[in-house]
């Protein structure tokens, strides 16, 4: 079975700080696609990131960052210089190859202060 | 341009009542989902339609209906529903389905209130 952990059920950090969101998953698949959700507070879900199981490369997208390691089934997410505008719900979630269903953690809720 | 529009934005409705939830996408995406999603939980799939045909049903009780007109659309029909059924209803569309490497992009979601 798919398991989705994020550990960390609350965070708060002050404005320019950089935090860092844990995800770690557990599958037997060899192919299965991760991804980092946004929910602000207005619920709608927002896509910010998909990495395939057999692309180990880091990711940066402006003040985002993503670092996927298959050694410890870990993609962990990290915002450098946190802003207010950044406080949401942050849900990591996992695909296997063959299926529509995505996996959830349990989200992370991020509050920056300024 | 990725969006999914949901209609509408919040709904109270009685436990005798009939309604639909309405989620529309002009992406060309052949895959459509129901979502719903309670305060302080990560969002549980009820349905998904894959090139308009129901596909997947996440054993959800038959108060709740789905129907996807064309590949467009998507509605979730309410019918006789209970106090705890209140939550947010997220619709979703993606490019694929099934197999392969793909995102699922989200509405802004339904916040139903079941009185």
């Known amino acids: 079975a798919q398991k989705v952990t994020q550990a960390q059920t609350e965070i708060s950090v002050v404005e320019k700080e950089d935090v860092t969101l844990d995800c770690v998953y557990e599958t037997r698949d060899t192919t299965y696609y991760l991804f980092w959700y946004k929910q602000p507070p207005s619920g709608e879900l927002v896509f910010l990131i998909r990495r395939n199981s057999f692309d180990e490369q880091n990711e940066i997208s402006g003040r985002y960052s993503w670092n996927f390691q298959k050694s410890t089934s870990s993609f962990n997410f990290t915002i450098t210089a946190s802003q207010v505008v950044d406080s949401a719900v942050y849900f990591c979630a996992l695909r296997l190859e063959y299926g529509n269903k995505l996996v959830f953690g349990a989200g992370t809720i991020l509050r920056v202060k300024s | 341009d990725t969006e999914v529009t949901q209609t509408p934005k919040h709904l109270v409705m009685g436990m005798t009542n009939k309604k639909s939830l309405k989620c529309e996408q002009h992406?060309?995406?052949?895959?459509m989902y129901w979502y719903k999603q309670k305060a302080k939980k990560p969002p549980e799939l009820m349905f998904v339609?894959?090139?308009?045909?129901?596909?997947i049903n996440e054993s959800v009780p038959s108060r709740f209906s789905p129907e996807c007109p064309n590949s467009s659309l998507l509605n979730l029909h309410l019918h006789a529903l209970q106090p705890e059924d209140s939550a947010l209803y997220l619709c979703?569309?993606?490019?694929?389905?099934?197999?392969?490497?793909?995102?699922?992009?989200f509405g802004p979601g339904t916040r139903l209130t079941v009185t």
């Open positions: 979703a569309s993606s490019p694929g389905q099934g197999v392969g490497a793909y995102e699922q992009y």
């Open positions: 992406m060309g995406h052949r895959a």
């Open positions: 339609y894959s090139y308009e045909k129901l596909s």
